[in-house]
């Protein structure tokens, strides 16, 4: 399996000129033969040859550099490589109804790609014409299991580089069978993050909460100023930096959570969110945009299979908030406010979002058919994911309701 991962890179003042001679020699390699290939066509329009190939391209290639020295200053490899794309940019445009291809501007199309020659030693990459590496930063778990690297994309954004590296992985592993006693209900929230049936809650991180505020700050700022000044391009950069790091740092909160659930458990279950259905209750739009719960999801849904273990998805309409997670009673008053479960019924007393993880539970492993409606699942004492990661273990408002499960 193909896949990737993105790092930033830290190149010397050296690198970064050789950098953006690269993006420059790639672009104008890109822009010459978009131009060659057009005429070309236009010339020969229902001739036998009506266009030019990529091999037609890579040998004109060879006439360029000699006419255009400065060409040797960069990789060979990724000239070509430029031609590569134009041609699939050319394939699109003819046999899958893209647009027709459109000249590559600086600033807007800085990147040039690496096919052949790269490794990784220590924190650097190194690649022909950077053979002492250039300094990078990147997630550890992703760059652990780069074995096979088959291409690198270096790219610039909002004034800083950064390299994507396509490699393989081995296959994935068989799936764990589904398993009620090692499986959990995922309750996501706007309080809290996310609470699972096991009592570990997750909150929200503080950290992201901080970011969201300076950019609200900085948006505030930028509207003060003057339009087509260097003060408000200089603010624009800087908020597409902090943008770029909200994103990072919410992606990171997601890769851990999600690696610990699908590390810990075999069966894993979640409400399928509809999430323009809840966006319909103003007051709870933004936190639940905030959240990114879909984004969430999907990282789930990649980790469980990477980790060979089962989600279960249930339908959001299935009332696992107003359901006692003891008895099965049917609290229709519950309101969004209440934190608090408490059962008219059974006496139950419980934490609003616990009891929904614990019907979340119940509700996907009687869907798979591991268990009878009318049979509560056995609820084994669970560690939670304490030790994995540092979440604080929720203390149940009455002691006593994990007992309660066992019961059934
Ligand atoms: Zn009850």
């Known amino acids: 399996m193909i896949t990737a991962t993105k790092v930033k890179l830290y190149p ?17 390699v890109y822009n010459y033969f978009l131009a060659k290939r057009d005429e070309y066509y236009i010339a020969h329009k229902g001739a036998k040859k009506s ?4 091999f037609d391209t890579n040998k004109l290639l060879t006439g360029l550099k000699k006419q255009y ?27 899958n109804n893209a647009d ?8 807007k199309d800085d990147y040039f790609a690496i096919p052949q020659y790269v490794k990784i030693k220590g924190n650097r990459i190194c690649f022909p014409k950077f053979k002492e590496g250039i300094r990078f930063r990147g997630s550890e778990e992703k760059l652990s299991e780069i074995k096979d690297i088959r291409q690198i994309v270096i790219t610039k954004d909002a004034g800083d580089y950064f390299c994507s590296i396509i490699y393989e992985v081995e296959e994935k592993p068989e799936k764990a069978p589904l ?10 929230g706007i309080e809290k993050f996310a609470t699972l049936s096991d009592g570990t809650a997750i909150e929200n991180p503080h950290f992201i909460e901080k970011v969201e505020e300076r950019i609200k700050r900085m948006q505030r700022q930028l509207s003060k100023k003057k339009k087509g000044s260097k003060n408000r391009r200089k603010l624009r950069l800087k908020l597409q930096r902090k943008y770029r790091k909200l994103r990072y740092t919410r992606e990171d909160f997601f890769d851990k959570v999600s690696t610990a659930i699908a590390k810990r458990y075999d069966t894993i279950i979640i409400e399928d969110l509809n999430v323009r259905g809840m966006m319909q209750n103003h007051h709870i739009a933004k936190s639940i945009g905030d959240a990114s719960f879909y984004a969430f999801k999907q990282k789930l849904l990649w980790k469980a299979d990477k980790y060979g273990k089962n989600v279960v998805e249930i339908g959001r309409f299935e009332p ?9 009673h049917l609290k229709r008053d519950l309101k969004l406010s209440d934190r608090v479960y408490h059962c008219d019924a059974c006496g139950l007393t419980i934490d609003r979002d616990l009891n929904a993880a614990i019907n979340i ?8 058919g591991l268990v009878r409606p009318e049979f509560t699942p056995v ?12 979440y604080r273990q929720m203390s149940l408002v009455e002691a006593g309701s994990s007992e309660a499960q066992a019961e059934g």
């Open 361 to 368: 539970r119940k509700m996907g492993l009687i869907k798979v």
């Open 320 to 328: 696992s908030s107003k359901l006692c997670s003891r008895c099965g």
């Open 379 to 390: 609820e084994k004492a669970t560690s939670g994911l304490l030790g994995l990661y540092p």
């Open 100 to 107: 027709h291809p459109r000249f590559r501007k600086k600033g």
């Open 179 to 188: 398993s009620a006693e090692n499986s959990v209900g995922i309750d996501l």
């Open 12 to 28: 010397n003042q050296a690198q970064r000129v050789l950098l953006e001679k690269h993006f420059g020699s790639t672009r104008f």
């Open 51 to 54: 266009s030019l190939s990529y």
């Open 69 to 95: 020295p400065w060409l040797y200053e960069v990789n060979a490899q990724s000239l070509q490589m430029s031609l590569r794309f134009l041609d699939n940019a050319f394939k699109e445009f003819f046999h």
